[in-house]
């Protein structure tokens, strides 16, 4: 059974999208998508995306990492099904109804309100989560937040020196996120920008997170480091961060379709 994809990217955060809003597409197991996500014997991307009809949306996206785990949001993923479907739309996740439109900087994402409580990150008991107590080495005093997926926030100086690689799996993996966690160190410029680099629960380093970037600038305009709306730059690129005062956070930047192909789902199942 041959099953048609259309391989794209946000920022370089890059995805391979499936169509299944026919119902078509077979059972999708993990090993598939790991399969499927590898770089030398596969198709290779980030996160598979799979597409799936929803009676109370435009379609339901489902977001899979390189380790075959389901997550509840992307933003990035969500400006490239915005771009792929071409018209405004409304998706649903498992994180929560988010909607697109075309913009003159690429795609328009509405990724809904912040939840800053202590379960809904979720932490495994409660504390503050605007400054958190607590300290992996450098990194000390961040912050958390869900914006559809749980982010932990750290601001320093010069994020380019912090050994994230070596970090971001410790702090991922701690007994107190017992969901994982997405890990931002970020560093202030002026009021409004921002450098930044992700730790992706499940995918490691990444060029570009998009709801890493709503996360930080959100954390950011709470601690009163910058304006309501900024620029947030990561390896792969710039994104636009607004937080509404109807508490909505919008993101705005590019997508590209690299190309489309299709491939045996038994070689890969």
Known sequence: MRIPFVKMHGLGNDFIVLDARDGTLP???????????DRHQGIGCDQLIVLEPDKSAT???????????????????????????????????????IETRPDTAGIAVDMGEPRFEWDAIPLA?????????????ELEQPSAVNVGNPHIIFF??????????Q????????ELFPERINVNVASVEDRATIRLRVWERGAGLTRACGTGACATAVTAMRRNLVDREVTVHLPGGPLTIAWGEDNRITMTGPATESFRGSFDWDDFA
């Not at 059972?27 to 996500?37: D, F, I, M, Q």
């Not at 008991?125 to 080495?137: Q, S, V």
């Not at 970090?167 to 701690?174: K, M, N, R």
Request: proline content about 4%.
């Open 27 to 37: 059972a999708l197991e993990a090993t598939t998508v790991r399969a499927l996500a």
């Open 156 to 165: 320093v100086e010069d994020n380019d020196v912090v050994r994230l690689d």
């Open 167 to 174: 970090l971001g799996p410790l702090i991922e993996h701690d």
């Open 59 to 97: 379609c339901r996206m489902r977001i899979y990492n390189q380790d075959g785990g389901e997550v509840e949001a992307c933003g990035n993923a969500a400006r490239a099904v915005g771009l792929l479907l071409g018209e405004p739309a409304r998706i649903a996740t498992a994180g929560g109804l």
């Open 125 to 137: 008991y409660a504390m503050d989560t605007l400054t958190m107590p607590l300290g992996w080495e």
